[in-house]
């Protein structure tokens, strides 16, 4: 199948699962996760009308900006942050939606500072709780978020989390649910606390039922990774 279709495909399911939840279609921005694929890949999704792209390494994000420096691309960082990368993705990203960590404020801050931007983040949270995943737990998302706020180039528009991979995507809908009500409780006191960023392929729709505002798709759109 070709990538026209596959995006064909994912659009009708992105619009038909907002509908099923009285959401409007528009409100759910579709980032591309384009990882692993060649900038060509990406050159023919923005031909057919894709702008937000993800990656998840910075030298990756970092040489396909450069040889797709022409196109007016929204690009997404969505991976695990190496202070020592954080160079790289500051000055291309308009997001980065995997924060979690003291030590990724403070680097992002400085190279942010540098060039006077303010850098839009997501703070990763991890709500299954498997050991092997990234993000912060509930109980430390309050001090994280007043952490965050002391941050002059650093504005936290939202949460972001990885659901568990499993067959039935049914089964990790509480994951989802769960961001949407810490979100929910959270933004009392951190009104710019607005975004969901949740979803991937295998469970896009579920998450879009409850309230992803950015869902990350890679494989759905770009066929399988090598
Ligand atoms: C790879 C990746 C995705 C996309 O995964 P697919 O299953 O291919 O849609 C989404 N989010 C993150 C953080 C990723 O690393």
Avoid at 30 to 46: D, T, W
Avoid at 97 to 124: P, Q
């Amino acid at each position: 199948m070709r990538v026209r279709e596959r995006l064909e495909r994912v659009l009708r399911r992105i619009e038909d699962a907002a509908k099923r939840s009285g959401r409007d279609p528009k409100d759910i921005t579709l980032v591309a996760v384009s990882k692993n694929f060649p900038a060509e890949v990406v050159k023919e999704a923005y031909s057919l009308g894709l702008r937000n792209f993800g990656e998840n390494r910075a030298q990756e994000l970092k040489e396909k900006f450069e040889e797709l420096k022409d196109l007016s691309i929204t690009w997404h960082f969505i991976g695990r942050i190496q202070t020592n990368k954080v160079k790289y993705f500051v000055p291309i990203a308009e997001y980065v939606h995997s924060v979690w960590r003291k030590e990724e404020l403070d680097e992002i801050e400085k190279r942010a500072s540098k060039i006077d931007k303010i850098m839009k983040i997501f703070i990763e949270m991890n709500i299954s709780g498997e050991e092997s995943k990234a993000g912060i737990r509930e109980d430390e998302i309050s001090s994280f978020l007043k952490l965050a706020k002391g941050y002059k180039h650093i504005e936290v528009i939202g949460l972001m989390t990885m659901a568990p991979f499993v067959k039935d995507p049914e089964e990790v809908r509480w994951v989802f649910k769960k961001l949407r009500e810490i979100r929910d409780e959270m933004s009392k006191d951190f009104p710019s606390l607005k975004e969901l960023s949740m979803g991937m392929s295998n469970d896009f729709e579920v998450a879009i039922e409850e309230g992803a505002t950015f869902v990350r798709i890679g494989t759905a759109i770009f066929g399988p990774r090598t």
